[in-house]
C-alpha cells in the first residue's frame, strides 16, 4: 500500500470530486440506462426489463454458481462472454441502487479472455471457479486499484499488491470484476459514505440494503454478480445478505484469509474479522468455502488455520449423518423482540424442519446483552472495539479533515438517535484486557450451555444447530438499523453463520403486534418503528449456526433447512 | 475459583509463613531424607543412591511413558506402585532443588487405586494415559486446591473446579500427582517466588532450572515424574526443558485447552499462552498430544481449534514422507550470538542430519529483533505485554502489598542488570493495535520467507523444520538469563517448537570464543558471561521449529533428528 501523502493535500471534497468523475468516467457509455424515478422503489425486475442485456445475457446472470461453472468448464459459455453479461447487469445495478465503487471493465474482460485462451488450448481449466466473476467488497485490495472503505482520505492510494484471497481466487480461476460500496470506516449495517454515497435496497429503495458489505447486498441480489465477498466484524456479510434475501456464510476467524484487506480497527486481535461469500444459492456458498480451503490459504496467510476442506464434517458425521437431527430455534434474544415477519420466518421453518422429520426445541441465549455490549453495542461503555476506534478514526481523518459521519440518517436531525456509533476511548489496556478475560468467560459458558442441551434433544447429541434471526427487523428505512446482537454475538463466540431466505414481508400476515413487555428502551423503540407498509417488500432472511470452524457442517445443515422449505411450500 | 477476599487479611508475610508450614506438613515423614550440602552442585545421580526407593521403584521411575503405560494396561505394574514410586522421587526431588508447591498424595493415591480397581473389575484402561502420574505446573488449578503462581495474595484462593486440561487428563487415566514452581507472576525465565523460594537445576544447583516452568523442568529431569505439563508465552516450556535436558513442546495457540488455568497477563488476545508437554522421551510428548487431541479438547475450551491428531500429517504427507529432507540451521539470531557449547550442539546436529541422508541449509533469521521487542524483551518499549502487565502486577499484589519481584539474581545488588522485567504502560489501545498490526505483518513476512527457500532446498518443497538454540547459552547462573528472544519469537510467529537435548558442557570442547564483533551491548554482556567452569555440567538442547498447527510433523521431526543423533554418536 502506498502510503505516501502529498505535502499539499487538496481539500477533501475536491479528492471526493476527482474520484467520483473518474467513476462516472470508468463506465462504458453504451452501458447507460434510463432508471425508474426515484419513486419507485422496488427495481428488483428492471435489469431485464431496461433492454441492455440480451436474452442469452439474462439466462446467463440468472443461473446458479454451480451451473455457471459447468458450462464455463465445457465452454459452451467463454468467460468473456459470461463476465460482459454480469458486467452489464452489474453496471444497471448500480445505475439502480448505487452499488460500485472500483469498476474495471478492459482489466476485468483481458482477464477473462486469458482464461478463454487457456481453456482453449489446454483443454483444462485454470481452477475450480474457472471463468466466475466473482465482485469483493471495498476492502479486499487489487494491484494498482485504491481501496478507501468510504475514507476520501484514503483516495489515491494504490494498491502494490492483491489481498491474499483476491491472489487465491486469480489462482482458482475467477475473475474479480467489481468492488463494492460500503460505509465510512465499514463500522455501520448501512452503506453510506461521502465518497461514494448511499446504497439503497433493491427491493424496495426507501430501506437500507444493510451494511458494512451494503453494495455486495444489492448487486448480488440484483444478480449483478454471481458471487461476491463480503467481510464480517459484526454481521457485515450477514445483515446486508438477509436485507437483500441472500445465501452467505460468515466463517470462524482464520478460515477464509484476511491478509492484504483494509480493515477498521486494524491490528486489534480479540474478536476478528473474517471474509465470506454471499451468493444467491447455498451450493454457491460451498463452492467458494472448498475452493478456498482447497488452495490451502494458511500457506499465504498466517492467520488462516490449517485445517482443510472436510468432506466427512461436510457429510454431518458428528450430525447423525444428517438424519433425525434436531434444532433449537431462538425466537427471541432477550434484548429486542423481533418484529411480526421475523417471527412468522421462524415458524414456517419450524413447520418446514418438523416435516421433514427433524426435531425442533427452543435455544435459551446465555447472556447475549452482556456479549453484545462486550464488543460493539451500547454506546459510551467499555468494549472491545470502541476501546482504540476514536483514535484510528481520528488519525485516520485527520489527514484531508474529512467530517467522520455519525449518522446513517437520511436528515442528519435524527443523527442523535440513529447514532450507535463507538464513541469511548481512554480505558487502560489492563482494563481492555478485563473485558476480553470475561468474554473468555461467557464463551466457555456458551459452549458448555450448548453441550448440555444433548438432555433435551433425544438424538444422543446436543442441539445440532441454531436457527435465529439475522436481525429483529426486515431491512429497515435507512439509518434506522440500530441493533447488531442478533449477528454480533456469534462474531463474539466466533461461531460460523450461514443465512438463507426465508419470505418477504406481508401486510397482511404481518401485522403490528400489540405492545409487549418491553425488555428495555431499545426494545420498545424498535418495536414502535414497525410498520407493515414502510417494510413493504422486505425480504426476510434467518441465521443457522454451529460451533467454532464448523463450516463444512453449517453449510450442508443450511442445504437441509433450504431443501426442508422448498418442500414445504 | 474463589475470589472473595478476607476483611482482615494477614500480612503477606503470615500468608506465606502459613502456607509453607501446610507445604511442609504435605510430605510424608517416611519421605524426608538428608540430602548433599549446598556444595554439592550435581545432584543428580542422589534420588537412586539415596536409599529411599528400592529397585522396582527406581526401575519404574527410570522407564519411559510408552512402556509404563504398556506396563499400567497390562496390570503389571498397579497404578497405586507407579504413583508410589514416583511420589517417593519427586519428594526426594523437592529436598534436593525445591520444585513442588502443591503435594497431595493421599488423593493421588486414592484416585490410582481407582484406576487399578477399575482395570481389574472391567478389564479395560480408563483411556490412552491410563494410571500414568503427571506434574503440573503451578497454573493448572484443581478443585481445592490454591493456584498461586507465585504470588503470596492468592494464597488462600482455593479453585472451585478443575482446568480443562486437567479434566481431559483424568478421563484419559491420568493421575495429576503433584504441581510445581514457577516465579512470580510467571513472567520470568527462572522460578523464584516468596511462596516457595527457588528451584535450582539438578545437573547443577548454582544454575537455574529456568522459567516460568522451571519446577517441572528440575522435577522431570531427576524423573520425580514421567511426564509434566508446563505453559508457554515466550519460551516457558521450552527453556527449562533445555536447561533441564527434556524433550518437549511448545504447541501452537489453540492445540491444548488453556481455559481454567490461572495466569499472566490474561486477557491478552494478542500472543496466547500455550500449554505443552515436558518429558524425557519424544514419545512421551507424542503419547500427551495424541491424547489429549483424540479427546475433542475443542468442545470443552473454546479457544481450542476444531483439528483432530492428524496422522497424515505425523507421517510427514506434506513432508516428503520423511526421506530425504531439508532442515535449516539458524546458527546466530542476529542479535545474541550463541555460546560455544550451543553453537557445537548446532555442528553435531547438522553432522547427524547429514550423515542420516537429509539436507541442511542456514537459516536466515527475519526481524528477530522487532519481534522480540514487538513481545516482550527489550525494558521501557512499547510491547504487547508490557502493555497492561504492570497494572496487572499492582493489582494483584496490592490486595496484600506483597512487593513485586523486580529480579531473580540471589543478591538484590544485581538487580538493575539482571531485571527484563517489562516497566511501561500507559499507551493507550489504539497504540497497542500499531504494535499488533506491525506484528502480523511481520508473521507473513516470515512465512513468505519460509516459502521462498523452495529454491534452495533441492526437494521441491520449502524447508522441512528450522533447528535452532533454544537459548544463546545453557542454564546460567540464578539471575543471568537475560535473553528470550530465541524462544519468545516462536510465540509470536506461533510456530510449534519443541526441545530435544543433544550433549552437555565440555570445558575441554566448549572454551570461551574470542571477542566478535558485538551485534549490541545484550550480546556483549551475554559473550563476557561465558565460561565454561560456570557452566560445568549443563545440558545443552535445541528446537525443532515447524510451521503454525505442524504439531504432528514437529513430534515426528524430532523424532528423526533424535534418532540421527543417537546413530551418531
Redesign the interface.
Known amino acids: 500500500m502506498n502510503n505516501s501523502i502529498p505535502t499539499d493535500i487538496p481539500h477533501w471534497t475536491a479528492l471526493v470530486a476527482e474520484k467520483k468523475q473518474r467513476q462516472s468516467e470508468s463506465i462504458p457509455h453504451e452501458w447507460v440506462v434510463t432508471p425508474p424515478s426515484d419513486s419507485t422503489l422496488d427495481v428488483s425486475a428492471f435489469p431485464e426489463t431496461c433492454g441492455l442485456l440480451n436474452p442469452r445475457e439474462i439466462e446467463i446472470t440468472n443461473t446458479s454458481v454451480d451451473v455457471l461453472l459447468e458450462k464455463l468448464a465445457c465452454a459452451a459459455w467463454s468467460a468473456v462472454d459470461v463476465t460482459t453479461a454480469f458486467y452489464k447487469r452489474a453496471i444497471v445495478a448500480h445505475q439502480l441502487v448505487n452499488c460500485l465503487t472500483e469498476i474495471f471493465v478492459d482489466r476485468a474482460l483481458a482477464r477473462a479472455a486469458e482464461l478463454d485462451d487457456y481453456l482453449k488450448n489446454t483443454g483444462k481449466v485454470v481452477g475450480p471457479l474457472h471463468g466466475l466473476p466473482i465482485s469483493l467488497k471495498d476492502q479486499l485490495c487489487i494491484k494498482g486499484l485504491e481501496t478507501t472503505i468510504g475514507y476520501a482520505s484514503w483516495i489515491g492510494q494504490y494498491a502494490d499488491k492483491n489481498a491474499v484471497l483476491v491472489d487465491i481466487l486469480i489462482e482458482c480461476g475467477a475473475v474479480p470484476f467489481v468492488r463494492t460500496n460500503v460505509p465510512q470506516t465499514l463500522a455501520w449495517p448501512e452503506s453510506f459514505n461521502y465518497v461514494f454515497g448511499r446504497t439503497t435496497n433493491p427491493y424496495n429503495r426507501s430501506l437500507t440494503s444493510g451494511g458494512s458489505s451494503g453494495g455486495e447486498g444489492a448487486l448480488v441480489a440484483l444478480k449483478g454478480s454471481p458471487l461476491g465477498v463480503g467481510g464480517d466484524l459484526a454481521g457485515s456479510i450477514r445483515i446486508p445478505s438477509a436485507f437483500c434475501s441472500l445465501y452467505a456464510l460468515r466463517p470462524s476467524y482464520g478460515r477464509v484469509p484476511c ?1 492484504g484487506t483494509r480493515n477498521t ?6 474478536i476478528l474479522p473474517v471474509l465470506g461469500p454471499m451468493t444467491n444459492s447455498v451450493i454457491g456458498v460451498k463452492v467458494f468455502m472448498k475452493a478456498v480451503l482447497n488452495a490451502k490459504p ?6 488462516v ?3 482443510k476442506w472436510d468432506e466427512d464434517e461436510y457429510n454431518l458425521v458428528d450430525h447423525g449423518s444428517g438424519k433425525n437431527m434436531c434444532f433449537a430455534i431462538m425466537w427471541d434474544d432477550g434484548v429486542v423482540v423481533p418484529h411480526p415477519p421475523i417471527r412468522r420466518s421462524l415458524e414456517i421453518t419450524k413447520a418446514a424442519l418438523l416435516k421433514a422429520g427433524h426435531k425442533v426445541v427452543d435455544w435459551k441465549p446465555v447472556k447475549h446483552k452482556t456479549l453484545g455490549d462486550i464488543a460493539v453495542s451500547t454506546p459510551c461503555s467499555v468494549t472491545i472495539w470502541n ?3 476514536t ?2 478514526y481520528m ?1 485516520t481523518t485527520s489527514v484531508t479533515g474529512e467530517p467522520i459521519i455519525t449518522t446513517m440518517e437520511l436528515d442528519i436531525a435524527d443523527a442523535a438517535v440513529a447514532s450507535f456509533r463507538p464513541q469511548n ?13 470475561l468474554r ?1 468467560d461467557i ?2 459458558e ?2 458448555d450451555h450448548w ?1 448440555a442441551t444433548v438432555s433435551e434433544t433425544g438424538t444422543g447429541r446436543p442441539v445440532d444447530a441454531i436457527i435465529c434471526p439475522a436481525a429483529p427487523f426486515a431491512a429497515t428505512p435507512h439509518g434506522k438499523n440500530r441493533y447488531l446482537d442478533y449477528t454480533a454475538v456469534w462474531n463474539a ?2 461461531y460460523p453463520a450461514a443465512v438463507f431466505p426465508v419470505t418477504t414481508v406481508d401486510s397482511t400476515l404481518d401485522r403490528k403486534a400489540r405492545p409487549h413487555a418491553f425488555h428495555n428502551d431499545i426494545d420498545k423503540d424498535i418495536y414502535e418503528m414497525y410498520d407493515p407498509e414502510k417494510f413493504k417488500n422486505a425480504p426476510v432472511c434467518l441465521q443457522l449456526v454451529g ?4 463450516e463444512e457442517a453449517v453449510i450442508r445443515m443450511t442445504e437441509i433447512a433450504d431443501a426442508a422449505l422448498l418442500a414445504a411450500k
Open positions: 491478509y480497527l486494524d491490528g486489534q486481535d480479540s494458511w500457506l499465504y496467510d498466517p492467520l488455520v490449517r485445517k476501546a482504540g476506534s483514535e484510528e488519525t476511548d481512554g480505558m487502560s489496556v489492563y482494563q481492555l484486557w478485563q473485558v476480553q478475560k473468555q464463551r466457555k456458551y459452549l453441550k463466540l466466533d460451533r467454532t470452524l464448523e
